[in-house]
């Protein structure tokens, strides 16, 4: 399975971007099977979790997210989504799509094997 993020750009703090990575490949089983999840990483800084979506639709979040930050799926269009309203320019960094090896939503990036290249996401305050 091959993950494609994209929909990253320039946005004013307190605006909103969809990142979407679709993923291509063998899709079938991984999309409705495994989880999702989305993280960053700001230069200088190691890539850090922000969500995850469950192979049942369950979703966890990074407190520095939570409540600015939705994750989605559309299984039939193979896409994971992340929705980032309300964005700070501490939100600037390069985001990225993966996929789990295992089912359930986790934080733990170990467990994540499949990464996409990332989308450049810039808040300027």
């Known amino acids: 399975v091959q993950l494609q993020a994209s929909g990253g750009g320039l946005v004013q703090a307190g605006g909103s971007l969809r990142l979407s990575c679709a993923a291509s490949g063998r899709t079938g089983r991984t999309i409705s099977n495994n989880a999702l999840g989305w993280f960053r990483q700001a230069p200088g800084k190691e890539r850090e979790w922000l969500t995850s979506i469950s192979w049942k639709g369950d979703t966890i979040y990074a407190d520095t997210v939570k409540g600015r930050f939705t994750i989605s799926r559309d299984i039939a269009k193979n896409t994971l989504y992340l929705q980032m309203n309300s964005l700070k320019a501490e939100d600037t960094a390069v985001y990225y799509c993966?996929?789990?090896?295992?089912?359930?939503?986790?934080?733990?990036?170990?467990?994540?094997?499949?990464w996409g290249q990332g989308t450049q996401v810039t808040v300027s305050s």
């Open positions: 993966a996929v789990s090896r295992s089912s359930a939503a986790t934080s733990r990036l170990d467990f994540y094997n499949n």
